[in-house]
């Protein structure tokens, strides 16, 4: 495909995209979408010499003004803006337990002593008061 029809069809895709509900995609995720589609041209042909997302490349004017109008339109709808907070938990005593005697934290394998660098480090630096909250959870999975 060359650029010319790549900036077509992504101007088309970005204008038309909407969830399953057909509300619109908040303007990150919108810009999200564009970069994996980007990375799966990528990875289907490394030889790809074009970026939709570079500013230096005027072939992709239009598709890069569409994309920002979305992304503003977005913004001014204030879609996507409010995070809903979760209830964080703290990991418990004996969870850890369970995860030390489950394998998921150890010393015998690399994955095993990176789960503990990364809950250890959340534990330091990333968890409120203390806590792991919801990212030590994610290992528990």
Not at 17 to 42: E, N
Not at 100 to 111: P, Y
């Amino acid at each position: 495909m060359d650029a010319l029809t790549l900036n077509y069809w992504l101007s088309k895709f970005v204008q038309e995209v909407a969830k399953c509900s057909k509300d619109p995609y908040p303007s990150k995720t919108l810009y999200q979408i564009v970069c994996g589609i980007r990375r799966f041209m990528v990875e289907k042909n490394p030889a790809i010499e074009f970026n939709p997302l570079d500013s230096s490349d005027k072939r992709f004017a239009i598709f890069k003004r569409i994309l920002d109008a979305e992304m503003k339109d977005g913004t001014r709808a204030s879609i996507g803006l409010k995070a809903k907070q979760k209830e964080k938990e703290p990991v418990t005593d004996e969870e850890e337990r369970q995860l030390w005697q489950s394998g998921v934290f150890g010393m015998e394998t690399a994955e095993s002593l990176l789960n503990v660098i990364y809950y250890d480090s959340g534990k330091l630096f990333g968890g409120r008061g203390g806590s792991m909250g919801e990212s030590a959870l994610i290992i528990l999975k």
